[in-house]
């Protein structure tokens, strides 16, 4: 494909996904995780929303949804189930407020999937909360060396039967398993892949994508964890030939960051782009208010959204990159 049509393609495509009637909604109910994973790059220094924020975000919903056809949550965190209730609340408020209104709601979370239980599980898919990403940082051995409670036990064998008892059900989930490829897994990970097939392959509802370690601030243990790019390659070129259930980014990937209709809310209120650079002032875009207003700096605004203008697949696929956060 020449320079011409490779750029034709793209604005295509980002055409589709800056319609003002959509709104992505990113929410950390809470920045707490029962987690230490030993690369994280969060420092959870912020609790729980208040109330004043909660508030704020239903105001904003209300606000906006007359002029939307589709309303996304997508819920993060620290560990957005340990503030289960938050979740519930607020998915309940916009779920039956689109379907008063009918407008189309979904969502998705992105959990360690420790506390991911089958009532939980019915509970936010009955509200359309269909698509969870989990991720393994291998089976148990490799899992528990850095994926720990803060009290340093490990999570792997929770996790698992969360996965197995939801598999039992008929519950119609969508459970995307993120296998983290770190420089003392890699190895073994074509072995995480045969076990998963073994258990969950003849299940739809499960799918696999592989992910390696990168160092986003985690400190001298992120930056030990980060694989060898050739080996990555390697192992991924395999996974693609043997996987019978995985996901892969599409060549026209707009990264949710670059998307004008797309916003974090963090537990403080404070509004940004990126669940990643969140120490990052350039991350930092201005504040929900009450109202349901978000006051927001609109330069810095624009900066995320560079390749609307530029139409370089990079600074779509990962806007934080080009902006040199890390």
Not at 182 to 197: G, L, R, S
Not at 264 to 290: F, H, M, P, Q, W
Not at 304 to 320: D, F, H, I
């Amino acid at each position: 494909m020449n320079i011409h049509a490779r750029k034709q393609s793209v604005a295509e495509h980002a055409l589709k996904t800056i319609s003002p009637k959509f709104l992505e909604l990113i929410l950390f109910p809470t920045e707490k995780c029962n987690f230490r994973c030993t690369y994280c790059y969060e420092d959870f220094k912020l609790g729980r929303m208040s109330d004043e924020v909660i508030t704020n975000i239903k105001s904003l919903i209300s606000e906006r949804l007359p002029l939307l056809t589709h309303l996304k949550l997508s819920w993060f965190g620290g560990e957005p189930l340990l503030a289960y209730d938050i979740v519930q609340d607020l998915t309940g408020y916009a779920h039956d407020l689109c379907l008063d209104q009918h407008k189309t709601f979904f969502a998705d979370m992105t959990t360690n999937g420790f506390l991911l239980d089958t009532d939980r599980l019915r509970w936010l898919v009955n509200h359309n909360v269909r698509t969870f990403q989990i991720s393994l940082d291998g089976l148990s051995d490799d899992h528990n060396k850095t994926r720990k409670l803060g009290n340093g036990r490990g999570t792997f064998d929770r996790i698992w039967s969360n996965l197995d008892q939801a598999s039992k059900t008929d519950i119609p989930f969508k459970f995307i398993l993120r296998l983290h490829i770190t420089k003392q897994n890699i190895d073994a990970i074509e072995e995480v892949h045969a076990e998963i097939d073994r258990k969950f392959g003849d299940d739809a509802r499960f799918s696999v994508f592989l992910k390696a370690i990168e160092d986003l601030g985690g400190g001298e243990e992120a930056r030990s964890a980060v694989p060898d790019a050739a080996g990555v390659r390697s192992l991924q070129q395999r996974f693609d030939a043997l996987a019978s259930h995985s996901v892969l980014l599409e060549d026209s990937y707009i990264c949710y960051a670059a998307r004008p209709n797309s916003f974090v809310i963090r537990s403080d209120g404070a509004v940004g782009k990126c669940t990643v650079a969140l120490k990052s002032n350039t991350n930092n875009l201005g504040r929900l208010v009450e109202g349901g207003k978000m006051n927001i700096d609109v330069a810095k605004l624009r900066r995320w959204m560079s390749g609307y203008e530029s139409l370089e697949q990079s600074e779509l696929t990962c806007p934080a990159f080009a902006l040199k956060l890390w």
